[in-house]
């Protein structure tokens, strides 16, 4: 990661807070923070936590999660009795359910003004978005040299059984694949696109670890995922073959983000960590070492990222928080009458 100088850090952070950074105290404060483990890598526990910690001369707890449904599920079974501050790497996927219950207390980091209004999934604040990439098909380019450029070519009999595709009842990048198809095909349509390309699919994971081993093994050629992906493996295995499609149609954008539970304590310091997520200078870190995009957009992209295929039509924020919480269940049934039958 790259290093984060201590003094821009600390006069970004101080002046652009919106808490009272009048009260000083003596007491070493434990900011306790829930996040998912794409996000809390070696390197975030070396060079980020640190930083922050130096500067306000506090303490930081963190709890892994392997993904982010298991995290939120966990806040909100504890909402009564957590000590938990901060959840980092809430998705616009679980929008719905991290809005329920007063769960999020609406924060509107000054920050804010550097992010993309298409970014800010929650027009309440109550998550503040961090980095994001748009959902696309990854396929190894020395197996499928013609990858599928529409909806409808995914339906070509050409790939039947190539396709590794994630579990939208346990992953987040299943669970955006199908708000995609959705918002894309709509409420009669997206069940048909499911018909239509259930023969062209190798294995469905509810494990998005598991998924992606399968498909860097060989077991099919084709995997539904984050297009940021490639650019690790050219950054760390210096190859190309890793690419990205996106159909013509139009894309989704997953995107992750961080919020302040309502029962904390330390509304202050959270706020404060809340405001660095979202400086220049932790946001340039994220292209090298998290593989997604900033959500600030004064962070100039790396060359590599050049090569992502674009969105022409964005279907990302289609849907209301009151939508999908009245028919997801709806949603998921019927995947499950096509998918799993």
Known sequence: MKKIYFFLILALIISCSKTDNNKISDEIQTLNIYGIEIFLNEDFYENVIPIFTNIFKCEIKVTKFPNALSMLDKTISEKDSTNIDLVFGIDNTLLFRAAQDSLFFSYESNNLHNVNDDLIFDKEYRINPVCYSNIAFIYNSYEITNPPSTFGEMQDGKF????????????????????????????????????????????????????????????????????????????????????????????????QGVGILNSSQKKDLAG????????????ESITDEMWMKPANKKVKLPVDYEILPQITNDYTNKLSIRQTRWQYNGWIAKWKRIMLK
Do not use: C
């Open 272 to 283: 404060k960590f809340v405001d660095f997520l979202l400086s220049l200078e932790f946001q």
């Open 160 to 255: 039947k059984d190539q396709i590794i595709l994630l579990d939208p009842r346990n992953t987040s990048i299943g669970r955006s694949m199908l708000f995609w198809s959705v918002t894309a095909f709509g409420r009669n349509g997206y069940g048909h696109f499911w018909r239509s390309i259930k023969d062209n699919v190798f294995s469905i994971y509810d494990n998005q670890n598991d998924a992606y081993n399968a498909f860097l093994a060989g077991e099919a050629p084709m995997i539904v995922g984050m297009d940021t992906t490639p650019i690790y493996h050219i950054q760390h295995d210096n190859t190309d073959k890793y690419k990205s499609t996106i159909p013509k149609e139009g894309g989704f954008k997953f995107i």
